[in-house]
């Protein structure tokens, strides 16, 4: 289902031209910068072999779990840069989980060599800005779930630790470090091998990441977070809107808030309204609304979890389609400067405090 040439879709920014998105929409999203702290197009890239680097075709809503990126569309949605994810699999015995995270990784550098003139990998925030002004889409190697180095916390002193930029500490399963906030698993609570991870991360100046995390081990995480090393939730839903056990309530958004940190809205239906399959956009900014209320407006993010096995909001067909929220963000009346905050400003500021 690729559309035109890799050459045209690269360069092309199409969501000025989505019906709905007023002049002022497409110019704010235009020159701002929009940063996804979640983007996980690498799983249906590792799982069916999908290619990242070819333009597909939007369907009319988007396809259940998987397909809602590629790194062309992305481009042409107006992001500057995405947080790209390497999740664990926790099923993976210990042994071969390191083996396959420098593999994930290799591949996700290979990804960005291969197409010099519209990727760049950017470790900080000066590379980060570099790729903007040559108008590359920059991409932040991270990893989900802390047991992709379970065997040996040394793994973040090599290049491993000078690639990634982010680890979220536990994902949906329970693992040495830490508990779950999912079903799948309990929530036992940081344990002493995790606080060492996390010391080892802040030493290496890796974002800790306390999306998935459970109640007890959040808080012990946020325990071992040192002053100027901010804690993020990069992907999440908010209880106060809808209580759920993925989403984060008002005291852990206070706490990620009081130390600097930023809390990304992911974009999983059901964590944020009470459906089966697609919900509404609006509810993203229902939820992006209350970290405003709870925290102000130098929290909220965006962390969209593309491509992780979610269901996006129906109405939002397509992740070219960006625009669209971005009017709904002016429509209820949001200043030009909280917008720009939420797309990309916060997040950036702590890229910039923790890696320069
Ligand atoms: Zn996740």
Redesign the pocket.
């Known amino acids: 289902m690729a559309v035109a040439t890799d050459a045209l879709s690269w360069t092309e920014r199409t969501f000025a031209t989505v019906p709905g998105v007023g002049p002022d929409a497409a110019a704010l999203l235009g020159d701002a910068h929009f940063i996804d702290l979640?983007l996980?197009l690498h799983v249906p890239v590792r799982l069916f072999g999908y290619d990242p680097a070819r333009a597909h075709r939007p369907w009319c809503r988007p396809i259940p779990f998987f397909g809602h990126t590629d790194l062309p569309r992305v481009r042409q949605s107006g992001f500057t840069g995405v947080v790209y994810d390497v999740?664990t699999n926790p099923f993976r015995p210990e042994s071969s989980r390191l083996e396959a995270t420098h593999r994930n990784l290799r591949d996700v550098v290979a990804l960005a060599e291969s197409h010099p003139d519209h990727l760049a990998i950017a470790t900080t925030a000066a590379a980060y800005d570099r790729a903007v002004a040559a108008g590359k889409l920059a991409m932040m190697p991270s990893l989900?779930g802390g047991n992709a180095v379970a065997a040996s916390v040394d793994a973040l002193d090599g290049p491993l630790g000078d690639l990634v930029t982010r680890i979220?500490v536990v994902?949906?399963t329970t693992s040495v470090f830490g508990g779950t906030s999912s079903p799948l698993g309990a929530d036992t609570g940081l344990t002493a091998r995790g606080a060492e991870l996390v010391q080892r991360m802040v030493q290496r100046r890796i974002l800790v990441d306390l999306?998935?995390a459970g109640k007890k081990t959040f808080w012990g995480l946020i325990e071992q977070v040192p002053a100027g090393t901010p804690p993020i939730v990069s992907?999440t839903g908010v209880a106060g809107v809808h209580p759920h056990w993925r989403n984060v309530d008002d005291a852990q958004i206070r706490a990620i808030a009081d130390r600097g940190g930023v809390v990304g809205v992911m974009y999983q239906s059901s964590f944020l309204e009470p459906v089966l399959l697609w919900g509404r956009r609006a509810r993203i900014l229902d939820h992006l609304q209350h970290i405003i209320d709870v925290a102000g407006e130098d929290v909220p993010a965006i962390g969209t979890?593309y491509d992780?096995m979610i269901v996006p909001p129906g109405d939002l067909a397509d992740v070219t389609h960006h625009g669209l929220l971005v009017q709904d963000m002016l429509d209820r009346g949001w200043s030009e400067a909280r917008i720009r905050k939420i797309l990309g400003l916060n997040y950036l500021r702590v890229f910039r405090e923790v890696r320069p």
């Open positions: 979640h996980d999740a989900q979220t994902h949906l999306a998935h992907h979890d992780g």
